[in-house]
């Protein structure tokens, strides 16, 4: 029961755009929600969290969206830069029951020079 | 570098066997976690520790158990090893209890032959 979806497995962006990375979770009581960035054979990097009292948080580059309505989160990476290539995972979690986080599939950010 | 250990970096080891996995959170934080990550299962919370004592339980196997010592370190303990088992276990430790980002290890990977 995959609780959190990532639906694009893989996205191409030239160098300089935006990346836009989508999430959508099921559980209507999820109030805080992450983006991680992975590189091959390390762990999961912390990017940007929001929680569910707000609709954006921004930090340098990175923006991320939350609409409850829709039970969608996306994350906006402006300018991508070829640094930024990696696989992106969404979690969330539901504070009540302590920081358990359900984590997307993934998708896999290609940025071209 | 995260900042949070995680020992052995790879580990192979025969089906039936026990193993031990170690984690050392990052300084300061109370709180630690256990995720499996496999190929078809994506990232699996396990297990969530807060100054000694089991906070939040996840999807984890009678056979795996896990504690954090005095000096907040923690282990994972793997036994009656299955091949369905090999994957890679990532540690992460956060300040507070809930609502914050946790910061994940290099992980161990785990291959059960």
């Known amino acids: 029961d995959q609780q959190v979806k990532q639906n694009s497995p893989s996205l191409s962006v030239q160098e300089g755009r935006i990346s836009i990375l989508n999430c959508d979770y099921t559980?209507?009581?999820?109030?805080?929600f992450l983006w991680y960035k992975k590189y091959p054979a390390e762990g999961p990097t912390f990017l940007i969290s929001?929680?569910?009292?707000?609709d954006k948080n921004e930090d340098g580059r990175f923006t991320v969206f939350l609409n409850k309505s829709a039970k969608h989160l996306s994350l906006h990476i402006v300018p991508s830069q070829p640094g930024d290539s990696a696989v992106y995972f969404c979690?969330?979690?539901?504070?009540?029951?302590?920081?358990?986080?359900?984590f997307g599939t993934g998708t896999s950010l290609t940025v071209i020079p | 570098d995260s900042g949070v250990t995680q020992t052995p970096k790879h580990l192979i080891t025969a089906t039936g066997q026990r193993v031990t996995l170690r984690c050392s959170p990052r300084?300061?934080?109370?709180?630690v976690y256990w995720y499996q990550q496999s190929l078809d299962q994506g990232l699996q919370f396990l297990i969530q520790?807060?100054?000694?004592?089991?906070?939040a339980k996840g999807n984890i196997l009678e056979r795996f158990s896990a504690q954090q010592f005095p000096d907040l370190h923690s282990e994972l303990n793997l036994s009656s090893l299955e091949l369905g088992d090999s994957a890679l276990y990532f540690c992460?430790?956060?300040?507070?209890?809930?609502?914050?980002?946790?910061?994940f290890g290099q992980g161990t990977r785990l291959t059960v032959v």
């Open positions: 300084s300061g934080d109370l709180s």
């Open positions: 929001i929680s569910s009292i707000k």
């Open positions: 992460a430790s956060s300040t507070r209890l809930v609502g914050t980002e946790a910061f």
């Open positions: 979690a969330a979690s539901e504070i009540r029951f302590g920081n358990q986080f359900y």
């Open positions: 520790y807060y100054n000694g004592e089991e906070r």
């Open positions: 559980n209507s009581m999820f109030d805080y």
